[in-house]
C-alpha cells in the first residue's frame, strides 16, 4: 500500500493530503464538564462588542497534565471580523491582577498554508489602535486568549470601531431562522462562525449558506457528543484534578490548502473546504464521520505514540465513536476485510514480521510516499493489535492506560522510549504479561538488544500469560 503524503510532515504528526481522503472517508462535553472559564460574557449576541474575560491556565499547561501530543484551542471567539489591511480600535480595561489578555487576527490554517498562523496584538490598558496592514495584510476573524499558570486576572475588552460582525451562531441561543438571516445580510465578511458546548467550527459564509437547512443545533450537539466519547476513552471521567476534561474547546475549521485534506494539529482540525459536508451536516458527523472522529482522536493522543503508530492508535477513538453511534452494527474493521488481512500478517513467521517496518521515498512527480515493506502491516491491520486488547480486556482498559500515563508523566523522546512504555503499561493495565502477543505482532525496537531488554522487563513484572492467543481474537 502506498501513502503519498503532502508537502509538510511535522514531528511526525498529522498531515493529511488530499490522499488520505479515501482512507479517511472510506475506512465522533456534556453539561457535567466545566465550561471554558474564559468565555466572554458578552457572546450571547452576534454583535456584542464589550467582552469581560477571565484568565485560564496556559494551553501547554494543560496539554502537559493530559500528556498529550497537541495544545487545545486556548482562546475564544468575538463574532467579530477585521477586513484586510483594516484599522481597528479597541479599549482594554484591567479590572484586576495584573496580565492583559492578548487578541488573535485571523484563524489558524484558514487563510493562506496549511500551518498559516494569524497575527497576534498584546493589549494594553486603554486604547489600542491596531493596524492590519503592520501585522500580516489580511485580516480575519477576531478571537481573545487570555491565559497564565497564575490565571487571576480579569479585563474588559471594548471594541469600539474598524470591524464588522459575522454570522455567528451559538448553541441554545440562536435559531435556524436566525441563522439563515444572518448569512443572507451580513454580506460583506467572508467567514462565519458556530459554537457549541465542546467545539467552535469556522467555515466561510457560501459554504454556510449550502448548508444552512441543516439542523445547526442538532450538528453542534452531537459533536459534543463525539467529544466526550473520546474523553471517555481517554479515562478523562472526573474522578480526578488530573482526570478532568480539558476546560478548553476543539477548532474545526475550514482550509484552503490544496497539498492537504484533513489534518490535525496545535489549537485546530482542519478540513479542506471542497469537503466541509463532513463537519456541516449531522449525518456526516454522527453516521459517516470517520474523518472527523479520527481528526478530533489526533488532539487525543498521548506522549507515548511514536511515529508508525500516529495513523493507528487515532482510529482506536473512530472506532469507539463508530461503536456508540452504530451500536450493534460491524465496525469498518470487519466491514473492509482488515481482518482477514490482519490473520495473513499474524500466519508469517516472527523473525520476518515487522510491525513498524516501512520505508519511505519519493515517487515519479517527486512527491513524498510512504511504502509499507511485506509481510503488509498498513495502519488498518496495525489497528487490529490494539483493538484486540479493547476486545480482551473490556471498555475499561483505554481509559485505564490513558489514567496511567497521566499519573506517571512518562519523559519519552525516543521511538524505544514510547513503545517500551506501551508494552510495559498495557502489561499493568491488563495485569498480564503480554509477551507473546506483542512478539506475535512483530513488535521490535530499534535493535535486538533494546527489544530483549523490555520482554526482560516484562518478564520481571511476574505477571501471569492471559491463558489464551490474544492474537485469534477478532470482533
Known sequence: MIFKFGKKQLNNFLILPVFFMAMLMSCKKDSTNPAPANQPSGTSQSNNTVFDVNETIAAETDRNRLTDNFRLTDFTPTGLYLVPGGTLNVKVEQVS?????????????????????????????GDNVINDASLKGYGGLLWIRYTNDAADSKAKVTFVSGFKSVPYFIAGKTTNAQWK?????????????LAGDRNYIVVDRLNAIKYQDQDQEAL??????VIKIEDDLSGL?????????????????QH???????????YRTAYIGSSISAILTNQAVGIDGWGVWHELGHQHQQVWTWSAITEVTVNTFSLTVQRTFLAGQPTR???????????????????????????????????????????????????CMF???????????????????????????????????????????????????FKK??????NQAATDAVFAKIAGLNLPHPGSDLTLIQE
Open 441 to 446: 505482532w512483530g513488535l521490535k525496537l530499534s
Open 237 to 253: 471521567d472526573g474522578s480526578s484534578d488530573r482526570d478532568q476534561p480539558s476546560i478548553y474547546k476543539y477548532l474545526l475549521t
Open 256 to 266: 484552503e490548502d490544496p497539498g492537504y485534506y484533513f489534518f490535525a494539529y496545535d
Open 181 to 193: 438571516t444572518m448569512l443572507s445580510s451580513m454580506t460583506d465578511v467572508p467567514d462565519v462562525l
Open 97 to 125: 491582577g495584573a496580565r492583559l489578555p492578548i487578541l488573535i487576527v485571523g484563524t489558524y490554517s484558514r487563510y493562506r498554508g496549511w500551518n498559516d498562523q494569524p497575527a497576534t496584538v498584546q493589549l494594553k490598558a
Open 387 to 437: 483493538d484486540q486488547l479493547y476486545l480482551k480486556y473490556g471498555a475499561k482498559f483505554w481509559p485505564s492506560f490513558y489514567k496511567q500515563t497521566r499519573l506517571d508523566r512518562p519523559a519519552l523522546n525516543t521511538t524505544d522510549l514510547k513503545m517500551e512504555y506501551f508494552m510495559m503499561n498495557a502489561c499493568k493495565v491488563s495485569g498480564n504479561d503480554l509477551s507473546d502477543f
Open 220 to 225: 453542534l450537539k452531537k459533536l459534543a457528543e
Open 333 to 383: 474493521l470487519t466491514k473492509d476485510g482488515v481482518w482477514a488481512k490482519a490473520k495473513t500478517y499474524l500466519a508469517n513467521p516472527d523473525a520476518d514480521k515487522d510491525f513498524n517496518a516501512s520505508t519511505s521515498g519519493k515517487d515519479a512527480a517527486g512527491k513524498d510516499i510512504y511504502v509499507y515493506k511485506t509481510p503488509l502491516t498498513d495502519v488498518f491491520v496495525r489497528l
